[in-house]
């Protein structure tokens, strides 16, 4: 079993940053693949990023290249996600996940089999 808790989210204007945290609980976090997801209003959960299990590689939706960075610290088993330059059509609640079958970075939603509950992010205009 794995148990995701985020955190960070927030209410935030236009051309504004937060960083979004994810805590990790139970299975070896460094064996495994972190995505993050978003899913705003009437709309389907949509994949932001991935990083595989070292980091070495990420992965990032049209949308957020180069405002976006995702991250982890195998040592305090947490990924995190940096967003910078917010945009209105950010809006949603981003939900972290954890893919414990593979180390590999994938933007497939259902390679993931464990999600948090999710943190609101804001952004106004």
């Known amino acids: 079993q794995v148990q995701l808790v985020e955190s960070g989210g927030g209410l935030v204007q236009a051309g504004g940053s937060l960083r979004l945290s994810c805590a990790a609980s139970?299975?070896?976090?460094?064996?495994?693949?972190m995505g993050w997801f978003r899913q705003a209003p009437g709309k389907e959960r949509e994949a932001v990023t991935t990083i595989s299990w070292s980091g070495s590689n990420t992965y990032y939706a049209d949308s957020v290249k180069g405002r976006f960075t995702i991250s982890r610290d195998n040592a305090k088993n947490t990924v995190y996600l940096q967003m910078n330059s917010l945009k209105p059509e950010d809006t949603a609640v981003y939900y972290c996940?954890?893919?414990?079958?593979?180390?590999?970075?994938?933007?497939?939603?259902?390679?993931?089999?464990?999600w948090g509950q999710g943190t609101q992010v804001t952004v106004s205009s």
């Open positions: 139970g299975r070896t976090f460094s064996s495994y693949a």
């Open positions: 996940a954890a893919n414990t079958l593979s180390g590999i970075a994938t933007m497939a939603r259902q390679q993931y089999d464990y």
